[in-house]
């Protein structure tokens, strides 16, 4: 029955933008992007003079982003973008965000750096076009615009996240100018604008609990040792490891290769995961209690969230999401046919490139340098489990060999995923693939030695991650 409301009292909050954009939020907090993406277009197209515009576009280009759907997000913007032309340019200066990071994914800094250049000359300083023109390499230390940075940096205006993105992406510079003192100290204060503000939000790091975390991973019910792998292509190959490890430059060799379509970071594994757990089961202790019916069940889901998308073609798909290795077990039973790959680098330089990195995903341990020593000893102890126990056939790719003699590292990735040699693989960076994750530009170039051993630049500062490593 419909209710009865007084003259002019309509429901607001089913018509309201910013009551639409909050729903969206949560729809996306709980992970449930399908609830999520028809909210925010309703906002971008019924609602484009209000305040949560904006707001609405960016999540909207984001979500097309981490679907896999990264085409659909820069017609999006750049649509946007020709509809602004010459308006507000906080408008603008969202859209830019959004198109900068679509190009960015694709593989197309050199655009990104004009898009940002052109927008400068109508909008001289906008951190925006700032932080993406860093990010793109087109800042030099000494430049206008490097001043500019550092006058953003110095006050106090610029809302904590996007102060910290854009710390990031100038000490970058400084690092590649090799002005290493220099650049430390803007990670550093980097790092401590971003870990207040997600301190604020909530958001802190437990060692103790990471470590409970592992010790429940390792002590769940085993599965018996793998079978040798079937002859033949994987169905699917997961690529795990720490973040910064090198697991996107593994897939993207992977995903070079004609027979396979990388998937990218799916966030396919933590849904069911997610399901599991509000289901009751109590996981992962749980995992050896699932039957074969839900096995079956589970894996039909699966296979249908990270294959989307995948051409007809490909016989292998990738899924690089470097947490899955806290989900072995439970893949065991859902793709026994999977193989897995470890990607394993320097603890130093790891941990190195993890502090000096902001992702996209809150990772708040990732702040603070003993913290950061603490997340990778607990990550070795759970590899070194693996490596005793794998539950699936496993391969450890060290990245210092994968620099030092790629083709063989490569010809060996591929015989132990099923795949005929093809030297596509060796020509990755030429790929034109979407990758949506911090390592989007670096997987363009090839592969180079200067990330191995780059903690010794930095030996006299980090000081509290050596200590967090050796104990």
């Avoid at 909008?123 to 087109?138: E, F, K, M, Q, V």
């Avoid at 019910?221 to 690529?239: E, I, L, S």
């Avoid at 591929?414 to 949506?436: E, K």
Wanted: aromatic content about 6%; glycine content about 8%.
């Amino acid at each position: 029955m419909a209710r009865n409301l007084p003259p002019g009292k309509a429901p607001k909050a089913r018509h309201d933008p910013e009551q639409i954009l909050r729903r969206a939020q949560e729809a996306l907090n709980r992970d449930n992007p399908a609830e999520a993406e028809p909210l925010l277009r309703r906002i971008v197209t019924r609602h484009r003079d209000s305040r949560a515009f904006v707001d609405a576009l960016v999540l909207l280009g984001r979500l097309l982003q981490a679907e896999g759907r990264v085409p659909d997000s820069l017609r999006l913007f750049e649509q946007e973008a020709a509809r602004w032309r010459g308006r507000d340019p906080h408008v603008k200066g969202g859209i830019l965000t959004g198109l900068c990071a679509a190009l960015a994914a694709l593989g197309r800094g050199d655009e990104v750096a004009e898009r940002c250049r052109a927008f400068l000359a109508d909008h001289p300083g906008h951190p925006n076009a700032l932080l993406w023109l860093a990010t793109a390499r087109g800042v030099a230390p000494d430049s206008a615009e490097a001043a500019a940075i550092e006058g953003l940096l110095a006050g106090t205006a610029l809302p904590p996240p996007t102060r910290a993105r854009l710390g990031f992406a100038y000490a970058d510079t400084l690092d590649r100018a090799g002005r290493f003192d220099a650049a430390f100290d803007r990670y550093a204060a980097a790092n401590a604008v971003y870990r207040a503000f997600l301190a604020a939000n909530g958001q802190t790091f437990d060692p103790h609990a990471r470590d409970r975390e592992i010790d429940a991973v390792i002590a769940a019910a085993g599965t018996p040792p793998p079978a040798p792998p079937a002859a033949g292509p994987a169905p699917v190959v997961f690529v795990v490891g720490l973040p910064r490890s090198g697991t996107s430059l593994t897939e993207q060799i992977l995903a070079s290769h004609p027979a396979v379509h990388g998937a990218g970071e799916s966030p396919a594994i933590p849904r069911l995961v997610d399901a599991l757990r509000r289901a009751g089961m109590p996981y992962p202790g749980g995992v050896g209690l699932l039957n074969p019916d839900q096995a079956r069940h589970l894996a039909g889901q699966y296979m249908g969230m990270v294959g989307a998308g995948a051409p007809g073609g490909a016989a292998t798909v990738t899924d690089k999401l470097p947490d899955n290795v806290l989900h072995l077990n439970l893949i065991a039973r859902l793709v026994p046919g999977a193989r897995v790959v470890h990607c394993r680098r320097d603890p130093r330089d790891v941990g190195l490139s993890c502090f000096f990195q902001m992702f996209q995903e809150p990772h708040p341990w990732a702040y603070d340098l003993a913290h950061v020593g603490r997340f990778v000893r607990a990550h070795e102890r759970l590899a070194a489990h693996w490596a005793a126990h794998p539950p699936l056939p496993l391969l450890d790719l060290a990245y210092a060999d994968l620099v030092a003699d790629t083709e063989a590292q490569v010809r060996r990735l591929l015989a132990f995923c099923g795949l005929d040699w093809d030297p596509a693989c060796l020509d990755f960076h030429r790929s034109t693939r979407a990758v949506a994750t911090a390592s989007a530009l670096q997987v363009r170039e090839p592969i180079h030695d200067r990330s191995v051993g780059r903690w010794r630049h930095y030996a006299a500062h980090i000081g509290p991650l050596l200590d967090a490593l050796a104990d």
